[in-house]
């Protein structure tokens, strides 16, 4: 609808004054005016509705029940009326409109920062033009948001880099207090974040005081999703984690001393995918659903993370002391590191058309945990500043250090290893009742009273099934025996270590399937990518007479 349209619709309007109730008008002529403009009314899975319009020449998606869209609605009603209206014009037509979106609208997905749709990638640089990168297996370009791609826009996002041409990843190295055995490392992490689809592990950043903890946590969110908030508390709770999860595609979390069971459990499946379940407020039958999957960052002091299943599902980089004359300020880095910024951002986009490009062309084992992740950025690795096959060495390494670090955890896992050492025998048959007797009389008094220590069966075998993979990649496997009765049997036996990235945990006991998401590690090269960097135009259309949505949305 144009400027005329709308003028012509509110002389309309005034011309036919009837003398009915004049807010019910109002309501049925703003609802019109939002149809007629060729707004897009849709809702997501979780029955949560949107609208997409056509605004200063782009195009944006709102969710309908929000300030955001009422403050434009509000405005272009001022507009279209030429007077105020009330708040309750604007929440009836509000709901109308939600009505429409959730009943006659399209299922559709929406997204924040990072999307794929048809098998390219697209991110939101969420400046004020409204670009966003479209990357496919040819190379990158910038592009007005797409109408047919919903990105939404959270409070508190900022934009990222516009790219240069070119590629200048490398350029990250300098700026960065990691090891050179640990690069790949954090290289494969940045060029996940920005992955469209999970699983994403969590980045684990440990080191003393002054290792530049926090500033390698603020530039690996600088150039993938920045913030406002560049790194926050970790929340009490899920419901806290959910929240921030909807509002933002990479999690960064400082200074954290301890992660409490429930929350390493919440942090598990935000690797991997989940989500919560909640009463909605004032509703007794009703549920709030909030599925999240995201990267996260967690940056600390020390062996932060405790629990097996989140350590499986974590990269560790260990940050060294920097020498007193290597110092700088903060300032002077964060100064030099915008220069940069948008080549390093840049040289992260062909990382991922190379990996659009070479998708398929690198199958990982059955033991690579997190498999996706490590398929994702080992098809990119022609693009990456580090040699053939370094990114995958160095995560099977991290692996193995991880699978350590459980194996020193767990109270039970190390009594094992330790009798199988000390005895020599190449075998173990009995139930977990009897692994617990036969664990028992070898080990310390502050051991067997310790809290993790196991003392009937149904704890073992609860144990059992958490380190069961570490124990393989020591060099034990357990193996289901025929049922005897009520007793379910098992077998302990040395096997040969085929490689140190232990699996995903199963159920040994019950003999379950493990669940695993790969395949087998194979090499493949695909030289040659291009890129463009055309900015096209959207559509128009506006409800009031000046057409722009002032603000940030």
């Known amino acids: 609808m144009s400027s005329n349209d709308i003028t012509d619709t509110a002389n309309a309007f005034i011309a036919q004054d009837d003398g009915s109730d004049p807010e019910t008008n109002q309501t049925t002529e703003l609802v019109d005016a939002v149809l007629d403009i060729g707004a897009e009314l849709f809702h997501a899975a979780d029955r ?38 009330t708040g309750q014009v604007i929440s009836e037509a509000t709901a109308i409109l939600s009505a429409f979106a959730e009943h006659n609208g399209k299922e559709l997905k929406v997204y924040r920062r990072v999307a794929e749709y048809e098998g390219t990638i697209y991110i939101d640089l969420v400046n004020e033009a409204r670009n966003v990168v479209r990357v496919d297996l040819t190379g990158w370009e910038v592009i007005d948001s797409p109408r047919e791609v919903k990105f939404i826009r959270s409070q508190g996002m900022k934009a990222l880099p516009y790219p240069e041409e070119r590629g200048d990843l490398e350029g990250l190295r300098r700026f ?88 390493s459990n919440i942090l598990c499946r935000l690797s991997t995918g989940g989500g919560i379940r909640k009463r909605k407020l004032y509703y007794d039958s009703v549920e709030v659903m909030i599925p999240f999957n995201r990267p996260v960052i967690l940056n600390g002091i020390g062996d932060i993370v405790a629990k097996q299943d989140l350590i499986d599902r974590a990269i560790f980089l260990h940050l060294q002391p920097i020498e007193e004359t290597a110092r700088r300020t903060e300032e002077e880095i964060m100064n030099e590191f915008e220069d940069a910024a948008p080549f390093i951002f840049s040289g992260l986009l062909y990382a991922l058309a190379a990996a659009i490009r070479n998708k398929g062309s690198v199958p990982l084992g059955r ?49 094992i290893v330790n009798k199988f050492d000390v005895s020599g025998q190449g075998e173990w048959t009995g139930s977990a009742s009897e692994l617990v007797e036969w664990l028992t009389p ?70 379950e399937d493990d669940d695993s998401d790969g395949r087998e590690l194979a090499s493949a090269r695909v030289p040659g990518s291009t890129t463009s960097r055309d900015i096209s135009d959207g559509p128009g259309g506006s409800l009031g007479t000046q057409g722009r949505f002032e603000g940030d949305i």
């Not at 806290?240 to 992660?259: E, F, Q, R």
């Open 48 to 85: 949560t509705t949107y609208v997409t319009l056509g605004i200063a020449g782009h195009f944006e998606t709102l969710p309908l029940e929000t300030a955001r869209f009422k403050s434009w609605l509000r405005k272009s009603s001022f507009e279209l009326f030429r007077k105020a209206v």
């Open 176 to 263: 960065v207090n990691v090891t050179d055995e640990e690069w790949p490392l954090l290289v494969g992490f940045i060029v996940g974040v920005l992955n469209p689809r999970g699983p994403y592990p969590a980045c684990v950043l440990t080191g003393d005081q002054g290792t530049a903890k926090s500033t390698c946590a603020r530039l690996i969110r600088a150039i993938t999703d920045p913030h406002v908030i560049e790194s926050d508390t970790l929340p009490r709770n899920g419901t806290d984690l959910a929240i921030a999860a909807g509002n933002s595609h990479l999690l960064s979390y400082d200074n954290v001393s301890k992660i409490s069971e429930e929350m």
């Open 367 to 415: 033991n690579t945990r997190l498999a996706d992740f490590a398929t994702f950025i080992c098809e990119s690795e022609e693009a990456l500043p580090i040699n053939p096959g370094a990114f995958i060495t160095a995560y099977q390494a991290n692996r193995a250090g991880a699978n350590a670090m459980v194996l020193e955890d767990s109270l039970v896992a190390a009594a």
């Open 442 to 511: 070898g080990i310390d008094d502050s051991v067997r009273k310790a809290k993790g220590w196991p003392v009937t069966g149904r704890s073992m075998r609860n144990e059992l099934d958490r380190v069961s993979a570490n124990l393989r990649s020591a060099g034990l496997r357990m193996e289901p025996l025929p049922r005897t009765g009520r007793s379910r049997r098992f077998a302990i036996r040395r096997a040969t270590v085929t490689s140190v990235t232990p699996s995903p945990p199963s159920s040994v006991l019950d003999d």
